[in-house]
């Protein structure tokens, strides 16, 4: 390494620059330990960046990513029911339908001449 130098020189004589040049060893360079770096060893490792966000905006993003899977299990429960095309039909008995408003109708009637 270069290491220039300036040094001091009394009135009327001109500064003088003197470069030093040092050659080091690499078998001496090896052989000496480097010292430890004090913050290498209490810091912890670097960790990706975590951006904070708000409770709000997390919970708005959960609510949009609930609806989008809902939606989607919609459109696959609605395409599975088109391919199936099942159409259940209820048989319900008429008979005592018709009986009870029959008996209504003539219970409805009797009070009415009753009532004439």
């Not at 960790?47 to 989607?72: C, I, M, P, Q, S």
């Not at 095309?85 to 008995?93: D, E, G, R, S, Y």
């Amino acid at each position: 390494a270069t290491a220039p130098s300036t040094t001091p020189t009394e009135e009327g004589e001109p500064n003088v620059t003197t470069t030093t040049t040092t050659t080091v060893d690499a078998s001496t360079t090896a052989a000496e330990p480097t010292p430890p770096n004090s913050t290498s060893t209490t810091a912890p490792p670097p960790t990706k960046k975590v951006n904070f966000h708000g409770v709000a905006k997390v919970r708005r993003r959960k609510l949009a990513e609930k609806k989008k899977n809902d939606e989607t299990l919609q459109k696959t429960a609605m395409a599975h029911a088109k391919k199936n095309k099942v159409k259940t039909t209820v048989n319900m008995p008429v008979a005592p339908i018709v009986f009870q408003l029959l008996t209504i109708l003539s219970l409805f009637m009797a009070g009415f001449f009753v009532g004439i």
